[in-house]
Nanobody
Framework: QVQLVESGGGSVQAGGSLRLSCTAS????????MGWYRQAPGKQREWVAT???????NYADSVKGRFTISRDNAKMTMYLQMNSLKPEDTAVYYC???????????????WGQGTQVTVSS
């Protein structure tokens, strides 16, 4: 069983900052790519950023230059530092991880439960 738990959401004013965390636990051999997604009310879930095990990162254009994704492999934790927040960043933020539970086997995708980020103007 693999669990992802997000934390760090909250309410801030436009221009403010928040730092989200996502910690993986359970029967894990290794974690490959990890990523953040978000879903605003009435909209589809969208990709925000990805970080692979080697540290390479990619960002959606809408957050590039404002958000920074990072990870601590020893702690099996991923972070999302969000600066210069805008009202349009308001959403439930979900973490995703591609996990290998055994040394030989398929990589499976797991999701956290989500954490709310609200940015007021």
């Amino acid at each position: 069983q693999v669990q992802l738990v997000e934390s760090g959401g909250g309410s801030v004013q436009a221009g403010g900052s928040l730092r989200l965390s996502c910690t993986a636990s359970g029967s894990i051999f290794s974690i490959n790519a990890m990523g953040w997604y978000r879903q605003a009310p009435g909209k589809q879930r969208e990709w925000v950023a990805t970080i692979i095990s080697g540290g390479n990162t990619n960002y959606a254009d809408s957050v590039k230059g404002r958000f920074t994704i990072s990870r601590d492999n020893a702690k099996m934790t991923m972070y999302l530092q969000m600066n210069s927040l805008k009202p349009e960043d308001t959403a439930v933020y979900y973490c995703n991880a591609h996990v290998l539970v055994e040394s030989i086997g398929p990589v499976r995708s797991y999701w956290g439960q989500g954490t709310q980020v609200t940015v007021s103007s």
